[in-house]
């Protein structure tokens, strides 16, 4: 297993709004007698099958499937869930995982070693141009062996290889329920084995979550019953917060409504805002397909003229914090290669730089976001792009935006020059900061052969189980990033949580992913 020098800090402060004598957000737990806890989010998923998702999808995927592997509360390594996993050689080449007795899946399914194989053959078979195929590149088969050991053979030594069994991209399914080679034609169900059945779901609405009683696994329910509403901004659901109507928010809060929920004042009594480190970021993509994209003076004037800090602080009211590599701060690895090679943001600087290329004109430039996946302040984070850039008198920019639905088909079929992304880790460490987005295939949909990270940094960080031995070779390769350009990072973020006085467990409901495991919320019975 890996061993770190550091890792991510899950919860590091706790603001209280309301002050309630005796009140504290760690209070006593009680019952469901007031209804299903609800849980308001802008992330709604764009699908309900494991094998078609690298997405956001996961929030709810924690909650209602199972993984061989996952990070009980306070963990940042995995531990057993529906199997007690390690390496059995010495070259991390050979993993082995054994299922708990008596699994099944929510139908009553048998959950054995061949629905375990069946679930991870079924990824690779598939092969959804969306789906978590990427994360499994250092696996060559999986074996079942009688009914209920699994043995995973890799082509290469992966030390990362159980983190990524921790992933909801390795939820388990069914196999009378999803087909070996396709993806399931039922899209509104789920036949899984998580702690959670989805009793009912109604796309970009809400998703009502009953307790599993099937359920066999690591996970300590407080509550009986959970729906997750589904917002299209952050400002209708901190209403609906106030309103009653949702008990606690997970992910979107615009940075105006959380300023506004951390002053005291009528409108916010009785609630609560618990801010956390996290390891989300939020960067550019850069697709060499586009005749101005290609050209790597374009990309590191741009990269010369971006000022990280006024969108940090004139967009996002310093919610975020200026990035200045693709692996954020917290983790082992992370550097500040950007603002060595680049310095401050300056305008001449980027302008000498597309002269050495033959280029005077301005450069025309399409960028394009998505209007309802990373919170409201997205559409005001790319025009105070756009106004950086034009204000150096360099670009042309054109906006353009598409819900999240199509915007991913969108980038995956190349058709944008320039585009916006979001990446919450599907494990705390470099190597998920990097090796998603380069290679032929990765979760951007733009091949980056990037072969010296490819075929020498990342197989050789992955041979070294103890994560303090990795820094050089993450140095280096981030540095490789930093010379072509064709990833930009922007800024990394805090995790906020705003809920009701009588809500409990949001500090311990984040996974290192800042995935919620909606099964620590409960209600308080005493203050």
Known sequence: MFNRNRSLQQVAAIVSISLVAGCSLLGEEGSDDAGPIVVGTTSAPSTLDPAAAWDGSWELFRNVYQTLLSYPNGATEPKADAASCDFSDNTSRTYRCKLREGLVFSNGDKLDAQAVKHTFDRILAINAPTGPAGLLGSLDKVEAVGDREIVFRLNKPDATFPFVLATPGMSLVAPDDYPAKALREDTDGVVGSGPYT??????????????????????????????????????AMVEALRGKQIDITYQGLAADDIVTLESKGEKNKGLQLVEGDASNINYLVFNPKDPWSEKIAVRRAVAQVIDRAAIAHKVYKGTVDPLYSMVPKGLTGHTTAFFDDFGDPDPDKARAILAEDGITDPVPLTLWYTTDRYGSDTALEFKEIKAQLEASGLFEVTLKSRPWKTYVVGYQKGEYPVFGRGWAPDFPDADNFIAPFVGEQNALGTPYPAKKITQVLLPRSREKSDRANVVKDFQEAQQILVEDARLLPLWQGKQYIAANEDVSGGERALDPSTIMMVWELSRKTSW
Do not use: C, H, M, W
């Open 198 to 235: 989805l009793k009912n779901f109604k796309e970009n609405d809400r998703a009502e979550l009953v307790r599993n009683d099937r359920y066999e696994g690591s996970a300590d329910r407080k509550n009986d019953a959970v729906t997750i509403r589904y917002f299209q901004d952050s400002g």
